[in-house]
């Protein structure tokens, strides 16, 4: 197959386009730096000829993410369409149309949407936080060696993870909605934790929900429904990869 992938220069880009290389498809990438322009269209009646199946993993670094979500994949979904596409996957957010006042759910949502009543079959998989997300947030919030967290409850997936199945998916027929979460759930004040311990910095960590996520985030609101699919990367599976 001649898959595309959308954002292919990202995290998950990069990685979806050596899974599909790695299982013997034809990868193309699309990005802004390779040519092709998703707020504008330009380039994409182009890098599209030919493709069976696009994925679409692009994030959104916008100011207003639901207005730039609705305009990149009403754009994408047009010269798909155009090129006769197969199979659209676009990578979505485990219980994105549960979670209120977060901005980028809301662009995730208006997203889904419009895949879900476009014209191309499609496939969402909604996968739940990356392993790497507590220090991710850390980062963001960190004065010296304090860090102000939230408790949330996690099942956390490796990036690789959701790559291969964002391929696996794009190979096959369209299956509608799907969770993918990781092994088991995790609470992300003790992730936190255990990641500086194992590269053997000591931080205090507080936890409290005035640190950037709200109630609604709270109890299981980011836990997937039974019947998601389960990656094998455990958290310490991942904590003890080399980083590159």
């Known amino acids: 197959m001649r898959i595309a992938i959308i954002g292919a220069t990202g995290r998950i880009g990069k990685l979806a386009m050596a899974a599909v290389t790695r299982d013997g498809h034809e990868a193309v990438g699309v990005s802004r730096s390779l040519g092709v322009d998703l707020s504008t269209g ?11 199946a696009v994925v ?3 994030n959104a670094g916008a100011a207003e993410p639901v207005a730039y979500f609705t305009r990149t994949t009403e754009n ?10 197969r199979h659209h996957v676009l990578l979505s957010i485990v219980n994105v149309d549960r979670i209120a006042g977060n901005p980028h759910y809301d662009g995730k ?9 476009g014209p191309v079959p499609w496939s969402i998989v909604r996968a739940t936080q990356f392993h790497d997300f507590p220090e991710m947030i850390a980062e963001r919030a960190r004065t010296g060696d304090t860090v102000a ?15 291969d199945t964002l391929v696996f998916v794009a190979g096959g027929a369209p299956r509608g909605r799907l969770d993918l979460a990781g092994p088991r759930t995790e609470d992300m004040v003790d992730m936190l934790r255990r990641a500086y311990a194992h590269r053997g910095e000591t931080i205090d960590i507080v936890p409290t929900w005035r ?9 299981e609101a980011l836990i997937p429904d039974e019947g998601a699919l389960l990656a094998a990367t455990t958290f310490e599976d991942w904590l003890r990869r080399p980083r590159g």
């Open 149 to 163: 967290l939230a408790p949330l409850l996690l099942q956390p997936v490796a990036p690789e993870d959701v790559a």
């Open 42 to 52: 330009d380039g994409l009646d182009a890098a599209l000829d030919g493709v069976d």
């Open 56 to 58: 679409d993993a692009v």
């Open 76 to 85: 994408l979904l047009a010269a798909e369409q155009r090129a006769g596409v």
């Open 109 to 117: 949502v208006a997203q889904e949407n419009l895949v879900a009543a």
């Open 211 to 219: 640190a950037g996520f709200g109630l609604s985030m709270s109890g």
